[in-house]
């Protein structure tokens, strides 16, 4: 077996033709090792170790080749054969290469606790110290390319890894939802600049004023009657009672322009609950006043053609009057033809008797 000394060699690194100056810092390998594949074989009982632990470990020059083409060929159990090839559309990196190595030698970690061959042991240890040593070198030239290219060490900060369980994560939306209860009740920030302590004090005010606080509702009631007895006694009372307009002049000058403004608010929201309808509506509006308009004139004609009707009816009433007179003239004449017809028979038979 061949033994490689790093230290007397210099170790010739041609990485530096693939670095990417402009994305050092955010080159990311990752690796998935088959240390689970593993696990999951070790615990069954297999007859084929003999054959693993048989096998003559290649020299170093071979292995080596077959790592760097990436062809990697391994026999388990069910006669599965996994050949993984790299991509040729890029070089590996040599950080990719030695997270590959290190992979591999998890693998031969995890198969070397099923093997009893003490040379396999060295040769483990051995490919772990020069992984140790490539790894150390990689570093270093690493380092060295980011000083010429006088590029920040990296700062990336890493993430810890949080888990949480079902019952954390109903917390969280337990506390989501009472936060969200919250700013429903507390509302959106208004444009009133006081302090949150004035804002409660008038609060509280007003909830002693209306909570069954039976003195303070009845001093503001007779407040009020005393108000409505001396305007009613007023000479504008009396006046505003009989004149509507000055009631109304009266009205609006009373009323507050908060309560002016609540107000509009108020339409202001039905508006908006009737805004989208309001289309719609309108054009429901437009064909009902079309179908009016159509009924109307179909009315109208209806109406002018029974008109027309009943005038046909008494034309032709009129005419069978007519023809009736017609007929009891016609039947009077034809009497009067037969009774002048016999005469003139009775004449001619009376002249032929006396020749």
């Not at 991509?87 to 009893?116: C, F, T």
């Not at 919250?182 to 004035?198: A, H, Q, Y």
Request: with cysteine; charged share 35%.
């Amino acid at each position: 077996m061949e033994v490689i000394d790093l230290s007397s060699e210099d170790l010739v690194d041609d990485s530096s033709q693939y670095v990417d100056p402009s994305r050092i810092e955010r080159q990311v390998f990752e690796s998935h090792p088959m240390r689970s594949m593993i696990k999951g074989t070790s615990g069954k009982q297999h007859t084929d170790y003999h054959k693993i632990n048989s096998q003559k470990i290649p020299n170093t020059i071979s292995t080596r080749a077959r790592l760097e083409k990436c062809q990697i060929e391994q026999r388990i159990p069910d006669r599965v054969i996994f050949d993984v090839v790299s991509k040729k559309e890029a070089p590996e990196s040599i950080e990719q290469r030695l997270s590959r190595i290190k992979n591999e030698l998890d693998e031969i970690r995890s198969m070397q606790d099923h093997a009893e061959d003490s040379k396999t042991f060295q040769e483990l240890q051995y490919v772990e110290e020069l992984h140790s040593k490539l790894l150390l070198a990689s570093q270093s030239r690493l380092s060295d390319l980011r000083k010429q290219f006088n590029l920040e060490p990296d700062t990336s900060i890493v993430l810890p890894r949080i888990t949480l369980d079902s019952s954390d994560a109903q917390k969280l939306l337990t506390l989501d939802q009472k936060i969200f209860e919250l700013e429903r009740i507390v509302g959106p920030r208004g444009d009133d600049d006081r302090s949150l302590m004035t804002k409660l004090e008038s609060l509280f005010r007003q909830v002693n004023l209306l909570n069954n606080d039976k003195d303070t509702l009845a001093q503001f009631q007779e407040k009020l009657n005393e108000i409505n007895k001396s305007y009613e006694d007023s000479l504008i009372g009396r006046r505003s009672k009989v004149d509507s307009k000055l009631y109304d002049v009266m009205c609006d000058k009373m009323t507050s322009h908060e309560m002016k403004v609540n107000e509009l608010y108020k339409y202001h929201h039905l508006l908006e609950a009737y805004g989208p309808i309001f289309p719609e509506l309108l054009h429901r509006i437009k064909e009902i006043s079309e179908i009016s308009d159509h009924i109307s004139e179909t009315y109208e004609l209806a109406k002018t053609l029974n008109n027309s009707i009943s005038d046909l009816q008494v034309q032709a009433n009129k005419w069978e009057a007519i023809l009736e007179r017609l007929e009891d003239k016609l039947d009077l004449q034809a009497l009067e033809m037969e009774k002048n017809a016999k005469y003139v028979d009775e004449k001619l038979k009376s002249l032929d008797t006396q020749r």
